[in-house]
């Protein structure tokens, strides 16, 4: 994927010359984002970069704040100080530009999140009816090819609840597909499935990395960081502690709290 | 002839004739609210001497000592409860005089009120021993109940606006639709303007007429029907704002209400009524209530219709 | 028993009086009530505000006070219109604070994800009630609205006595008052036909019920 692999063992910790999205164009650039819930500190003066077609993966401990710094970017979750630029605008406030701004800001949930009152398909043209103002054959057109896509198509006409979650979850990366988006949130996509599942939306996803879709991935998942991610994003108590190509950080992690947390999840 | 309607009797005539003069002069001086008056203190002579035959109801009335009394707690001039005490007003004096006959003082009554809806539920039922509560006498409540009487013959008459030119009696509906006009649902007044309308949209209807008074006076509606002597009691409230217009285009017979049949009760009530009027305690009664908002016009006691 | 036989015209004219005003005021009830809904979640501060403030106000006014100052209260600022359509409005605003609230209960029942999952797809406020939010709190809301709705039909009845003629409870007090029939058959036959309206509808309810129960 990319030419740069960084020499294993680089001690720093100030990530930025690690794993560098090198000649990419920033798509998303957030700097010095803070954010509270209360009394907690849930984002400490964050720095990140996200290059145009870069698959950048975010794991840490429970509570470290990465699903919350995955959810400011499409602002889901305000911040309190920083900013968050897409395509070098800032993201605007609540409103019909926020909207726009969201519809090029993909998104899929853990819990999937599927329109439980409406069928497959018109759960996944429903946005680019309204939004995008395609008109409903269109929409349907790409629909069905995105569903196909995902494997999903045979469900089409049904509802949500009648598929399975491996199911219902990539129908919902087939519904943020269908918007165009110009980077793509997932925020924990399996951690909600049974483990059988868990392989048929990682598929998905790893196709879509090669595709050269822009990807921010939260998630728990080791395996797909290490096969599809250009750079692996280490977060503790609300700050990157470290950043680095895969390889690099789970053969030869910089920081103690990675070393400390990846030989709790890889050992068994 | 012994059932003879209540049009036919010549006092009845009189009567009405008496209630417009009443409602002439009235209107000529624009009278500005008669004071409420004290009907407290000066009850009819009770008469311990009476004696009834066995079986009679006076008798049982006499036994038991105490009168049952049904008549309205709302009507102002003819049955109005304050906030404390007896009901006040000119069927209240009636039923008074009625009880003095069988001996039984005023602190003997028994109230219970009496809406127009339950009336005659409550004779049939036994509650009360008779009802006197602005109660028209008419052929479909003789089917459940007897009247004794009538004791008063109210009228009913139109309330306007006193700028109000374009309204001169009932029947200045028919001519202009646009019209409205206000009584109490389910009265007997609202029933009867029904065949002066244009149509039936004309008619509005509240639960009590100072509702009718409020619409009057915002221009909701038009004018305001009911008995003259309402009517009256509302234009002397109204500080000139309310006048009434035109005759009296009904009678209204009020008869006392007791158990169908029982002449005897009747016939005593009929009796103690007609020594009452000679007697002068009905013009008491009259003008220490009701009369006291009516002006000085006392009516004459109508014929009694016959016992049946 | 004659009663109701011998006077079905105007039971069957009340019948047709009473359902009309019903009818008409749970379309225009619906229509507030989702609308005082929308206000009440949405992002903006002051139409919440509105949104509260007039639930808390015509919520817990007694529907004849809510009745008394719109047809006594509105034509003493000059607004003159009929009766018919003062009880309407009365109906109406007092009857969309219930719609409201059920629909809110509705809205609350629904997953917060749904309306994550709106906005992130770029669909604006109104969009997100309308295609994502609302249709699915209606029928989370079928049975409390239900409720409220043929409340609404039977509160109806006091609009009788408050310048409307001819509905159900106004012929009651006319046959009971005026034409001094026995209150006790002529009120049997009034409820027989507020069951009339009544029933049918929570049959309707309990179809719509059925009909739209959604699977999670």
């Known amino acids: ?268 | 002839m012994k059932t003879s309607t209540f049009r036919s009797a010549p006092a009845r005539r009189s009567a009405k004739v008496a209630a417009v003069l009443a409602v002439g002069v009235l209107a000529l001086t624009a009278c500005g609210g008669g004071s409420d008056s004290d009907s407290g203190g000066d009850d009819p002579a009770v008469n311990t001497e009476a004696t009834f035959e066995a079986g009679t109801t006076m008798a049982k009335i006499q036994e038991a000592g105490v009168l049952k009394l049904g008549t309205k707690f709302d009507q102002p001039g003819f049955g109005e409860k304050g906030l404390s005490g007896d009901p006040k007003g000119f069927d209240v004096e009636i039923a008074k005089i009625i009880a003095s006959g069988m001996g039984i003082g005023a602190d003997k009554i028994e109230y219970t009120e009496s809406p127009s809806a339950v009336r005659e539920t409550l004779i049939i039922d036994g509650d009360v021993d008779l009802v006197a509560a602005t109660y028209t006498i008419n052929d479909e409540r003789k089917e459940r109940i007897s009247f004794a009487g009538p004791y008063y013959v109210a009228g009913q008459q139109i309330m306007t606006r006193s700028d109000d030119t374009a309204i001169t009696g009932p029947d200045s509906f028919k001519s202009d639709a646009s019209l409205k006009v206000c009584s109490v649902a389910g009265s007997t007044p609202a029933d009867n303007i029904g065949s002066y309308l244009a149509n039936k949209n004309q008619l509005v209807t509240f639960d009590v007429y100072s509702k009718c008074a409020d619409a009057l006076k915002n221009n909701q509606v038009d004018a305001v029907t009911t008995d003259n002597v309402i009517l009256l009691g509302l234009v002397g409230k109204s500080n000139g704002a309310f006048k009434v217009v035109g005759d009296t285009f009904t009678e209204e017979p009020y008869g006392i209400g007791i158990t169908k049949g029982d002449v005897e009760f009747c016939n005593y009530i009929v009796d103690t009524l007609k020594k009452a009027s000679e007697d002068g305690s009905y013009e008491k009664a009259w003008t220490s209530t009701a009369g006291a908002v009516e002006g000085a016009v006392v009516p004459e006691l109508p014929t009694a219709d016959a016992c049946a | 028993m004659n009663v109701i036989i011998d006077n079905f015209d105007l039971f069957f004219q009340g019948f047709l009086k009473t359902l009309g005003i019903g009818l008409i005021c749970m379309v225009g009830s619906l229509i507030l009530g989702t609308i005082i809904a929308a206000f009440r979640v949405s992002p903006v501060a002051p139409l919440r505000a509105v949104g509260t403030l007039y639930v808390n106000l015509i919520r817990n006014c007694p529907l004849t006070v809510v009745l008394f100052l719109i047809a006594f209260g509105l034509p003493t600022i000059g607004i003159n219109q009929s009766y018919y359509f003062f009880g309407c409005s009365a109906l109406i605003i007092y009857t969309a604070s219930f719609v409201c609230e059920a629909l809110r209960s509705g809205i609350n029942a629904i997953p917060a994800g749904q309306a994550e999952a709106a906005r992130a797809i770029g669909l604006g406020f109104t969009q997100n009630l309308r295609h994502v939010i609302l249709p699915q709190a209606f029928r989370t809301a079928i049975p409390p609205t239900g409720s409220v709705i043929i409340a609404m039909f039977k509160n109806s009845a006091v609009l009788g006595v408050f310048g409307v003629s001819g509905d159900l409870l106004g012929n009651a007090i006319i046959l009971t008052g005026s034409r001094g029939f026995d209150p006790v058959p002529v009120y049997l036959g009034i409820g027989f036909f507020f069951l009339m309206i009544t029933i049918p509808a929570g049959l309707v309810l309990g179809y719509l019920e059925r009909k739209a129960v959604i699977l999670r």
């Open chain 1, 1 to 268: 994927m990319t030419a740069e692999n960084v020499a294993p063992g680089t001690d720093s910790v100030a990530s930025n010359d690690v794993a560098k999205p090198g000649a990419r164009t920033p798509l998303v650039t957030m700097t010095s984002v803070n954010k509270h819930y209360g009394a907690l500190h849930v984002l400490r003066d964050v720095n990140l970069t996200i290059g145009a077609g870069e698959v950048v993966v975010v794991i840490g401990p429970s509570g470290s704040g990465k699903s919350t710094l995955c959810r400011t970017i499409n602002r889901l979750e305000t911040i309190d100080t920083g900013t968050i630029t897409l395509d070098g605008k800032p993201l605007p406030a609540e409103g019909k530009a926020l909207a726009n701004l969201r519809s090029e800001v993909g998104m899929v949930f853990q819990s999937f999140n599927l329109f439980a009152h409406k069928t497959i398909l018109e759960n996944v043209t429903l946005g680019p009816i309204k939004v995008r103002k395609l008109k409903r054959e269109a929409a349907e057109k790409e629909a069905i090819a995105l569903l196909e896509r995902v494997g999903v198509a045979t469900q089409k006409d049904k509802y949500p609840a009648q598929l399975s979650g491996g199911q219902q979850q990539r129908v919902a990366i087939a519904r943020a597909l269908a918007m165009k988006p110009k980077v793509i949130l997932f925020d924990e996509p399996t951690s909600a499935l049974d483990p059988e599942m868990v392989n048929e939306v990682l598929e998905v996803m790893t196709s879509l990395a090669k595709e050269g879709m822009t990807m921010v991935v939260v998630t728990h998942e080791m395996g797909f960081a290490r096969k599809a991610a250009d750079r692996v994003v280490f977060m503790a108590d609300g700050q990157i502690v470290e950043e680095a190509e895969p390889n690099a950080f789970f053969t030869n992690p910089s920081s103690e709290r990675a070393r400390d947390f990846l030989s709790k999840i890889l050992v068994h």
